[in-house]
């Protein structure tokens, strides 16, 4: 099995089929699948057919009253939800809630996207910090493997990385730098041949 978490974005014109078609063929070959926004608002029933683990890449930022509700409504084993919007009155109802479901909290500390240095980069290790009270993994970026390491520096625990294939980073470089899983989505997802693609692009990976 392959350190990757396939992150289901779907293609303009693609939803629910095109993803289940894709969790058929790479399902024994890969850790897990991220599921985002635009499948969720499409039929969030069909998590339910996703024989997986399943990430629910949700990016949450609202007070915990709000991030509650909507994770009460959704099946998954983890969720990712940002650093930024803080403990009290926020995270930390968000993590009651995850316990309960016995669904893990992914705090995101940095993103792949060069935005990510103009304000949330000021605060990696202020949100590292945070994540030790609430989170069971953070996410940090392929991209930019300086931050990645200082977060592995700093951070014990599950890493995963976004930013593999289409916006630039090289397979294996992030799980190199200290990641224990690479996301893995555009490069992946849109090929014509998901399976042989991957096998050929995690090949390099010792």
């Known amino acids: 099995m392959y350190p990757v978490l396939v992150s289901l974005d779907p293609p303009p014109g693609k939803g629910?089929?095109?993803?289940?078609?894709?969790?058929?063929?790479?399902?024994?070959?890969?850790?897990?699948?991220?599921?985002?926004?635009?499948?969720?608002?499409?039929?969030?029933?069909?998590?339910?057919?996703?024989?997986?683990?399943?990430?629910?890449?949700?990016?949450?930022?609202?007070?915990?009253?709000?991030?509650?509700?909507?994770?009460?409504?959704?099946?998954?084993?983890?969720?990712?939800?940002?650093?930024?919007?803080?403990?009290?009155?926020?995270l930390e109802?968000?993590?009651?809630?995850?316990?309960?479901?016995?669904?893990?909290?992914?705090?995101?500390?940095?993103?792949?996207?060069?935005?990510?240095?103009?304000?949330?980069?000021?605060?990696?290790?202020?949100?590292?910090?945070?994540?030790?009270?609430?989170?069971d993994g953070v996410v940090a970026p392929a991209t930019r493997l300086d931050v990645l390491r200082l977060v592995r520096r700093y951070w014990p625990k599950t890493i995963i990385s976004p930013g593999i294939g289409a916006q630039g980073a090289p397979p294996c470089s992030a799980l190199r730098a200290g990641a224990n899983l690479e996301i893995v989505g555009r490069a992946l997802t849109r090929s014509d041949d998901p399976l042989g693609f991957l096998e050929s692009y995690y090949a390099q990976c010792s």
């Open 16 to 90: 629910w089929n095109w993803a289940l078609e894709l969790v058929k063929k790479l399902k024994d070959k890969v850790w897990g699948f991220k599921v985002g926004w635009p499948l969720i608002i499409e039929g969030k029933e069909n998590l339910e057919k996703i024989d997986s683990r399943i990430v629910l890449d949700l990016k949450l930022a609202d007070i915990g009253y709000t991030m509650r509700n909507v994770i009460s409504r959704l099946r998954g084993d983890a969720v990712i939800a940002h650093a930024f919007v803080g403990y009290q009155t926020a």
């Open 93 to 135: 109802i968000l993590r009651e809630e995850t316990a309960k479901r016995d669904m893990e909290l992914y705090l995101v500390v940095s993103m792949s996207h060069r935005g990510s240095k103009e304000f949330i980069d000021r605060h990696v290790k202020e949100f590292i910090k945070l994540a030790y009270l609430v989170a």
